[in-house]
């Protein structure tokens, strides 16, 4: 079977979180850093009334956990590429469904649920191949909810010099809404989380999209 497309040593920034899973929980880094674009996409779930979920990326799981503990859904995934992320994952919850699979090749059937969401995680991806993914284990009409650091920001410019942009890259909001339009979905809100401390501490974007077709 052709391998789906990733962005160049993407095994290696996995294999990296495999180390960086046990300090990741940390509950400053959680709460300052985290939890904002979490209780936001929460949000946008319990309002959409949505049931069949996917987390990419979910590193520790929180979020996914989060998601089945306080919306009781028919099912969650939470799914990542490091292993070492997901074992933290699956000591925080038996319920959530756990994959270790790339976001550019979930291996869940077409269709198969209502909304994608990914925090602090797309900058890894190939955008168009984790994108056409998305939208192929979509349903019609389905739900995607991405947050990522905005590279306009001042912080966020010196996370991504030149050589690192093959590792990890962050789209400008209006990069990020082209790139999610082109992939086959309307672009319905954009705008940066809402958090407890000044945005340009953790300048970060919410897009939220609708599959349209
Ligand atoms: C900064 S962590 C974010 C974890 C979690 N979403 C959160 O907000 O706490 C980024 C995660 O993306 C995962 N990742 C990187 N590239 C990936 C890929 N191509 N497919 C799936 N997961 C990937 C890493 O293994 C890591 O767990």
Same mark, same amino acid.
């Given at each position: 079977?052709?391998?789906?497309?990733?962005?160049?040593?993407?095994?290696?920034?996995?294999?990296?979180?495999?180390?960086?899973?046990?300090?990741?929980?940390?509950?400053?880094?959680?709460?300052?850093?985290?939890?904002?674009?979490?209780?936001?996409?929460?949000?946008?779930?319990?309002?959409?009334?949505?049931?069949? @979920?996917?987390?990419?990326?979910?590193?520790?799981?929180?979020?996914?956990?989060?998601?089945?503990?306080?919306?009781?859904?028919?099912?969650?995934?939470?799914?990542?590429?490091?292993?070492?992320?997901?074992?933290?994952?699956?000591?925080?919850?038996?319920?959530?469904?756990? @994959?270790?699979?790339?976001?550019?090749?979930?291996?869940?059937?077409?269709?198969?649920?209502?909304?994608?969401?990914?925090?602090?995680?797309?900058?890894?991806?190939?955008?168009? *191949? *984790?994108?056409?993914?998305?939208? #192929? @284990?979509?349903?019609?009409?389905?739900?995607?909810?991405?947050?990522?650091?905005?590279?306009?920001? #001042?912080?966020?410019?010196?996370?991504?010099?030149?050589?690192?942009?093959?590792?990890?890259?962050?789209?400008?909001?209006?990069?990020?809404?082209?790139?999610?339009?082109?992939?086959?979905?309307?672009?319905?809100?954009?705008?940066?989380?809402?958090?407890?401390?000044?945005?340009?501490?953790?300048?970060?974007?919410?897009? @939220?999209?609708?599959?349209?077709?």
């Amino acid at each position: 079977m052709p391998q789906a497309p990733t962005r160049a040593f993407n095994s290696l920034v996995t294999s990296g979180w495999n180390r960086l899973a046990r300090v990741y929980n940390a509950p400053l880094v959680q709460r300052v850093a985290y939890q904002p674009p979490q209780d936001e996409i929460i949000d946008q779930l319990r309002r959409a009334g949505i049931r069949r @979920i996917a987390d990419v990326g979910c590193g520790t799981g929180i979020l996914a956990s989060r998601i089945q503990r306080e919306l009781v859904p028919e099912v969650v995934y939470g799914c990542d590429a490091s292993i070492g992320m997901l074992q933290q994952a699956k000591a925080r919850s038996a319920e959530v469904d756990w @994959i270790n699979r790339q976001a550019e090749d979930l291996g869940l059937p077409d269709g198969a649920v209502d909304a994608v969401v990914s925090t602090h995680a797309f900058h890894f991806f190939d955008h168009a *191949a *984790a994108l056409a993914e998305f939208h #192929r @284990i979509l349903a019609p009409g389905g739900l995607l909810a991405i947050v990522l650091n905005n590279p306009r920001s #001042r912080f966020a410019r010196l996370l991504q010099p030149q050589p690192i942009q093959s590792v990890a890259y962050f789209p400008s909001p209006a990069q990020m809404r082209l790139l999610v339009e082109d992939a086959g979905f309307l672009v319905t809100e954009q705008r940066p989380v809402r958090r407890p401390i000044p945005a340009i501490l953790v300048p970060d974007v919410l897009t @939220i999209a609708r599959r349209v077709d």
